[in-house]
Every structure is written in C-alpha cells, then in structure tokens.
C-alpha cells in the first residue's frame, strides 16, 4: 500500500479500507490490525482507528473486547436493512423534486460507455446520487451518503453474487419515467433499488 500523503488522513484510511473491502483483502471475520495498517500508510494509529469507528457507524467493522476490529460477518437481512432505507429516502427525493433529466442522461450515457463492473457501480451510484441531490434536503442527502452506498452495493455483488444491477438497461427505464412525469416514477425507483438486495 502507498504511504498516505495528503490529509485529512481519516477520510485516506477510510478510503483505504473501503477499498480493501471491496477488493477482498479483508473478508468477513479477519482482523483489521491498527497498527499494522497504521504502519503500511506511514501515519499514527489515531486516523486508522477514526476511520475504523467511522466504518463501524457503516455495520462494516465490529470491534470486540482484548481481540480489536474484525470485519463484520454480513448476512443477506443486513444487505436487505440498508437497502429498504435507501429505497425509502431516493423515494422522497423524487417526491420532493424532479431530478435534472440531462444530468441522468449524462450519468445514463458514461453507464453504456463503462467495461468492467466496479465502473458500472461507479456510474450507477452517481446516476441515483444526482437523484437525492436534486432533491435539495441536505438531511436527506447527508443519510444518503452514510449508508455506504457503493461500498454495499460491491459487497453485495462479491458476498451475496447479487445481481450487477448498475447497468445500463436497468436505469434506462428509470429515466424514461423521469423524462414523462410518471407519477409512478418514485415507487418504480423504489422497487429498482430493493432488487439490488434480492439473490439469483
């Protein structure tokens, strides 16, 4: 791992250790050492355990007495928890406010373009993040943000072998609601995200 360079060091290591998660470095029940991490990024153990805490808030990390930080063991009715909440708050952002049809279609058309699956993730979760933040509610943007949602949508694919629902074909069709005025538009963006929690 490169040395962390730049600050704030907290959000570096989270980054790291959300990469590490996706990537398969830590699987559920390994130890994440803060020391060691804390040695690999040339940084204090102070960061590393900001970031653990911060990762725990996520239900990603548990820390146990005399043992230190583990990766949660995740089950599919946790994977279904953060999902029904998501579902719920992209449902009122459309409720509360039309989302800017050029900014999906440019979310829409860099979908089409991605190759390999953590790029359609990517493009996936900017196309629904512009969708709570046209919203306007700051709350509502700011809970949003704290479910991870890119991370547990990795986690998801990798773990539970959930559909790779960040494609193209799939938000295409909430787009087109979008761009028609469904007033159905909101309990279809609900259920599109409720199926990311479903296996094959």
Do not use: C
Not at 12 to 35: A, C, F, K, N
């Amino acid at each position: 791992m490169k040395p962390v360079v730049r600050s704030p060091l907290r959000d570096q290591i989270r980054q790291t250790l959300l990469d590490g998660l996706i990537s398969g470095r830590w699987g559920p029940g390994d130890r994440v050492v803060e020391r060691q991490l804390a040695a690999e990024a040339g940084v204090s153990q102070a960061p590393v355990r900001e970031a653990l805490r911060e990762l725990a808030a996520l239900r990603l990390i548990e820390f146990s007495p005399n043992k230190g930080a583990r990766v949660r063991e995740l089950t599919q009715a946790d994977l279904r928890e953060v999902y029904v909440v998501r579902a719920g708050l992209e449902e009122t952002a459309v409720r509360l406010r039309r989302p800017p049809i050029a900014a999906l279609r440019t979310h829409l058309a860099r979908m089409h373009a991605a190759g390999p699956v953590a790029d359609q993730v990517r493009h996936g979760v900017a196309f629904h993040r512009e969708i709570v933040r046209a919203a306007g509610n700051e709350v509502l943007l700011s809970v949003w943000e704290s479910l991870g949602i890119e991370v547990w949508t990795h986690l998801s694919i990798r773990l539970f072998r959930t559909h790779a629902l960040e494609n193209a074909a799939d938000h295409a069709h909430l787009l087109a609601a979008f761009e028609r005025d469904d007033p159905g538009a909101g309990v279809l963006l609900r259920e599109h995200v409720l199926s990311y929690a479903e296996t094959p």
